[in-house]
């Protein structure tokens, strides 16, 4: 299984709402990935998971609350989200990255999420 | 910030060769250079990747330059479907290794 699995494909939500984004991989992958990509504008960084510990958090309001219960399930938590959080979700996985070992990320489709 | 720099677009005739350049000058030793083609609202695609000496596949082929500041992406034969935003990607360290993307390159493949 070489996927990064993502659901839902689509969510619309009401700012009061609390939903929640899944993403799933089976390649034994130790590191994954939360990216946020606006219209036509590159993607952005907003959490790492590595060894399922938080290593990195890109100063993302609390509002997005990153989980990573087992190693191969990311999920992203949202509550009271604004309309200019409307944007598609990626999420991406690979081997943990350190000096001299880059393994390239896996991406999956992505969830497009709006905000009502 | 992303430590590549790309055109911001490109067109190509259909049937012809694309060639995406990036540059990267502040390449590290070890550092892998990364090619990712992101076609409208989906995620990105791994298309090739190297370190010093050139590569190919069967999408496309890599041409890095001997002081490895720079590097192209060649398309030998651009389709329609290679119509897409080309990301050049070389990971960036603050504590911990990561991918940042720059703008990329939109490749519009003309009929």
């Known amino acids: 299984d070489t996927e990064v699995t993502q659901t839902p494909k689509h969510l619309v939500m009401g700012m009061t709402n609390k939903k929640s984004l899944k993403c799933e991989q089976h390649?034994?992958?130790?590191?994954m990935y939360w990216y946020k990509q606006k219209a036509k504008k590159p993607p952005e960084l907003m959490f790492v998971?590595?060894?399922?510990?938080?290593?990195i958090n890109e100063s993302v309001p609390s509002r997005f609350s990153p989980e990573c219960p087992n190693s191969s399930l990311l999920n992203l938590h949202l509550h009271a989200l604004q309309p200019e959080d409307s944007a598609l979700y990626l999420c991406?996985?690979?081997?943990?990255?350190?000096?001299?070992?880059?393994?390239?990320?896996?991406f999956g489709s992505g969830t497009r999420l709006t905000v009502v | 910030d992303a430590k590549t720099t790309q055109p911001t677009s490109m067109d190509c005739a259909e049937g012809r060769a694309a060639n995406l350049p990036c540059n990267h000058s502040t390449i590290s030793g070890n550092e892998y250079v990364y090619w990712y083609r992101q076609i409208h609202s989906q995620g990105p695609q791994y298309i090739i990747h190297g370190l010093k000496n050139n590569e190919t596949n069967e999408m496309a082929s890599l041409i890095i330059t001997e002081d490895r500041k720079s590097s192209t992406l060649i398309l030998p034969h651009a389709t329609l479907r290679d119509t897409a935003v080309y990301y050049c990607?070389?990971?960036?360290?603050?504590?911990?290794?990561?991918?940042?993307f720059g703008t990329g390159t939109r490749l519009k493949v003309l009929a």
């Open positions: 991406a996985s690979s081997q943990p990255q350190g000096r001299g070992r880059d393994y390239g990320y896996t």
């Open positions: 390649m034994g992958h130790r590191a």
């Open positions: 998971y590595s060894y399922e510990k938080l290593s």
């Open positions: 990607i070389v990971r960036a360290f603050s504590g911990t290794y990561k991918y940042i």
